[in-house]
């Protein structure tokens, strides 16, 4: 059976000479649930951008190799297109209408699709939001509206869930609870979801496969579990081990440690 999503050896070009993306591919098998791991600036966004569409509203583009959804070409077209074939992304930075309540968020967003609104669908998956539902969306915490920005991308009912850096600036606490309520929408709902996060710990425990980029290039691949528990990966991903002394030293054996670079 093809994966849902198929990236292919795509190149990424902004503005229009800066070369971000060199050459990624990944594979995102159906009702899985994929992680894209690695520091900030490493391309992350770009490559969820690139799918869903928006890198266009950034002045970029594919310009090599292809992406498919559910066997059709899709790079390079408008992100309205893409969102309607069921590809829906969650970018970073929680994008919600802070100025409307919670209640008023889920039916601005549901009217802007052309869905019934189903507040029971959100709260179902973050309980937090039920006891906030008439809190305007700026009041509440960084964890809850990032549930509230999950919770809206549900509305529209996604078969591929793209969420960015979703554990951005919060308490561990909170990026638990956070990330519950995702295993659980993956779970029940049979949603695919395409994960880009910089908390590989967090990531690995509830991915079935990841991929770790680095410079705009795929670095490392594999199964979750296996990923967990590469020497490499859980010195510089997962924080088990720390270089001896600091600064220029400390980055040499960073660069020297890393079979990768």
Same mark, same amino acid.
């Not at 889920?106 to 549901?110: N, P, T």
């Given at each position: 059976m093809p994966p849902l999503l198929e990236v292919n050896?795509?190149?990424v070009v902004y503005h229009p000479y800066i070369l971000v993306l060199k050459g990624i591919s990944i594979s995102v098998p159906e009702k899985s649930i994929v992680?894209? #791991?690695g520091p900030n600036g490493a391309g992350k966004t770009t490559l969820l951008k690139s799918i869903s569409g928006l890198v266009k509203l950034d002045r970029g583009r594919v310009t090599r190799g292809w992406i498919k959804y559910a066997g059709m070409r899709i790079e390079n077209r408008d992100p309205e297109d893409v969102s309607r074939l069921g590809v829906i992304y969650v970018a970073e930075g929680r994008r919600i209408f802070r100025e409307l309540t919670v209640e008023e968020n889920?039916? @601005?967003?549901?009217y802007a699709w052309g869905v019934l609104? %189903?507040? /029971? #669908?959100?709260? +179902?998956?973050f309980p937090r939001l039920r006891a906030r539902r008439r809190s305007r @969306? &700026?009041? #509440?915490? &960084?964890g809850e509206q990032q549930m509230l920005a999950i919770g809206l991308a549900l509305l529209a009912k996604p078969r591929l869930l793209m969420l960015d850096e979703p554990s951005l600036g919060l308490a561990p606490k909170v990026v638990h609870e956070v990330y519950e309520g995702i295993k659980r929408l993956h779970e029940e709902e049979g949603v695919t979801i395409l994960l880009a996060e910089q908390n590989a +710990?967090? @990531?690995l425990e509830i991915a079935d496969y990841g991929y770790i980029i680095e410079n705009g290039k795929i670095v490392m691949e594999g199964p979750a579990e296996r990923l967990r528990e %590469?020497? %490499?990966?859980? /010195?510089?991903y997962l924080g088990l081990k720390k270089a001896e002394g600091g600064g220029y030293r400390a980055a040499k054996w960073y660069r020297r440690k890393k079979r990768w670079v």
């Open positions: 050896n795509i190149e992680a894209v #791991l889920i039916e @601005a967003v549901a609104a %189903d507040p /029971e #669908l959100v709260y +179902r998956y @969306a &700026g009041y #509440l915490s &960084g +710990r967090k @990531a %590469d020497k %490499d990966v859980q /010195e510089f």
